[in-house]
């Protein structure tokens, strides 16, 4: 018998429900601290965005689970369009013991990989210990406690919530290319079909050659591991930098020191190819916030 990821209906939303209130239950018998309530109108929502999934064993569901591609509420500032952001996860209890858990995190770490994001992400209360370490023992590190927002913009359950923030960083370290393959640049190119979001090409001593294309500007970043370096092959890009700005056309080059800040822009597409240690931007779905 096999699990299966797939994208949640509304069909499914009496068992949805179902999960939610007895995960609810299991926290106040427990003592736990949880979730007083749900927001059936967010559950719905990630619905009709396809976000929400469900992990299904023939007829039953083993669990729920939220994603989304940006989260500058709770995260701000370190918000970067690199990571899938994990929420609402519901396990039901009838399948304890599955490790359900890890199942969707494998498959997050697929779908990340696929989409060259650098993280995985998820927030949880900040006062549930036990929960914390559950987390940490799949490999994620805690980064901080942050107080969200009374907003109607968040679930009803997670408004003015004091949650722990958590990351997993993905490994490339084993993405493993046919070192006798030919590549062509302008094929790949043309299977890109997301701005300012990186594919990776090769490896080559430790570098990876990632292609990436882009429209319009991206947030000012800096990158304190890497230099970042750029080869303009079709366009017109401009890389600004805080005290100046460097046009550059088809054929130039050019690295960005770590630590610099910068933020490209390109007023038709461009598609460029760059060299670093790692991703260090994803693609967009929910907002324009990126940083190649
Ligand atoms: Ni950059």
């Given at each position: 018998m096999q699990n299966e990821i797939i994208n949640a209906t509304v069909k499914d939303l009496p068992i949805i429900y179902q999960l939610f209130e007895e995960a609810i239950h299991f926290q106040r018998k427990n003592n736990y601290?949880?979730?007083?309530s749900y927001d059936k109108d967010f559950i719905k929502a990630d619905i009709n965005n396809g976000l929400l999934y469900k992990i299904t064993r023939n007829e039953d569901i083993l669990g729920i689970f939220s994603i989304c591609y940006s989260d500058e509420l709770i995260w701000?500032?370190?918000?970067?369009?690199?990571a899938i952001y994990l929420h609402r996860i519901v396990l039901n209890q009838r399948f304890k013991g599955e490790k359900i858990f890890q199942k969707i995190l494998d498959w997050s770490i697929l779908l990340a990989k696929e989409k060259k994001l650098k993280s995985i992400r998820m927030d949880t209360w900040a006062d549930n210990e036990k929960i914390i370490s559950y987390y940490k023992s799949y490999g994620f590190k805690f980064i901080e406690n942050y107080t969200t927002p009374?907003?109607?913009?968040?679930p009803i359950q997670h408004r003015n919530l004091r949650v722990a923030l958590l990351q997993l960083d993905i490994d490339?370290?084993?993405?493993?290319?046919?070192?006798l393959k030919k590549i062509n640049i302008k094929q790949e190119f043309a299977t890109i079909n997301l701005y300012w979001s990186q594919k990776i090409i090769g490896k080559t001593n430790g570098q990876l050659i990632k292609l990436a294309k882009g429209k319009g500007e991206i947030k000012w970043h800096k990158h304190d591991d890497q230099d970042e370096l750029f080869i303009l092959y079709k366009g017109n890009l401009t890389i600004q930098l805080r005290d100046r700005k460097i046009e550059m056309y088809e054929g130039d080059m050019f690295i960005v020191p770590k630590g610099i800040e910068h933020c490209p822009r390109a007023d038709e597409e461009v598609e460029f190819l760059i060299m670093g240690l790692s991703v260090t931007s994803g693609s967009a779905v929910c907002n324009r916030n990126n940083s190649i």
């Open positions: 601290v949880g979730w007083n701000r500032e370190n918000e970067n369009s690199d009374a907003t109607e913009d968040l490339y370290s084993d993405f493993s290319f046919d070192s």
